[in-house]
């Protein structure tokens, strides 16, 4: 067995890694951890607070959280789907902040703590070179969490995640209609050239950081494309994961 934390997981996608770590069908995960400023959604009976392998950390200062990071027994994995927007945070040097400067600060306190394997949700849209500030950030967050030199990291580059977000995000609620159009009348396969479900991406990053962890993985470092997401998080599953 191991031990994971959550970072995001009142976000879509986290909250989707959240309910697949506590789903797992044997107990792999002796120890579930999550950090928010708010109490993670609990909408199935796997995501109840009193789950016997959940422990909840809640705090609205953020400045708190690398000292949930640093308390004996660090988690063998840390997932993060830390981010926010632009709207949301009030100004992109304050999205800044949050997605690439506490993500990097709470892995940092994490390698230091003896957390060995590392999984990032990222994006697809990430390039150091790009005019835009949020593919910049993007590819300037995995830069610098591979420069921690994790012993297993494993970066997930999904397109646009699609799913019910809480917060509204007309331009993607937009490019999420037309993907599921094109779904629906070509099988899916043009759906998912767009756009990745939150669900099949949690599912993604839970089985691949175990893998990692079991040393399954080919190197240090895995990047996991569109593609790979898929097949990974609509994969059966294999012995060591029923």
């Given at each position: 067995m191991t031990t994971a934390t959550v970072l995001g997981s009142t976000g879509m996608t986290g909250s989707h890694i959240l309910s697949t770590l506590l789903s797992l069908p044997t107990p792999q995960i002796s120890n579930i951890t999550t950090i928010s400023r708010r109490a993670p959604n609990q909408t199935t009976p796997s995501q109840s607070s009193n789950h016997p392998t959940l422990t909840t950390h809640i705090s609205p200062d953020t400045t708190t959280y690398p000292a949930f990071?640093?308390?004996?027994?660090?988690?063998?994995?840390?997932?993060?789907?830390?981010?926010?927007?632009?709207?949301?945070?009030?100004?992109?040097?304050?999205?800044?902040?949050?997605?690439?400067?506490l993500n990097i600060t709470l892995a940092r306190t994490a390698r230091q703590s003896g957390t060995t394997t590392y999984?990032?949700?990222?994006?697809?849209?990430?390039?150091?070179?790009?005019?835009?500030?949020y593919s910049r950030m993007k590819a300037e967050i995995e830069r610098d969490i591979l420069a921690l030199d994790f012993p297993h990291t494993v970066i997930l580059r999904p397109g646009l995640i699609g799913g019910r977000r809480e917060e509204s995000r007309p331009a993607e609620a937009v490019i999420r209609w037309i993907a599921d159009g094109l779904g629906a009348v070509s099988g899916g396969v043009l759906k998912d050239f767009w756009t990745q479900d939150a669900d099949v991406?949690?599912?993604?990053?839970?089985?691949?950081?175990?893998?990692?962890?079991?040393?399954?993985?080919?190197?240090?470092?895995?990047?996991l494309g569109q593609r790979d997401?898929?097949?990974?998080?609509?994969?059966?599953l294999t012995e060591e994961e029923r």
């Open positions: 990071l640093t308390t004996p027994g660090a988690p063998k994995i840390l997932f993060s789907a830390l981010a926010t927007t632009r709207a949301a945070a009030g100004s992109f040097a304050a999205q800044y902040t949050l997605e690439h400067d999984v990032l949700i990222s994006s697809a849209n990430g390039n150091l070179n790009s005019y835009f500030p991406i949690g599912r993604a990053a839970v089985r691949a950081g175990l893998r990692a962890q079991r040393g399954e993985l080919p190197g240090k470092v895995t990047v997401i898929l097949d990974l998080g609509r994969g059966e």
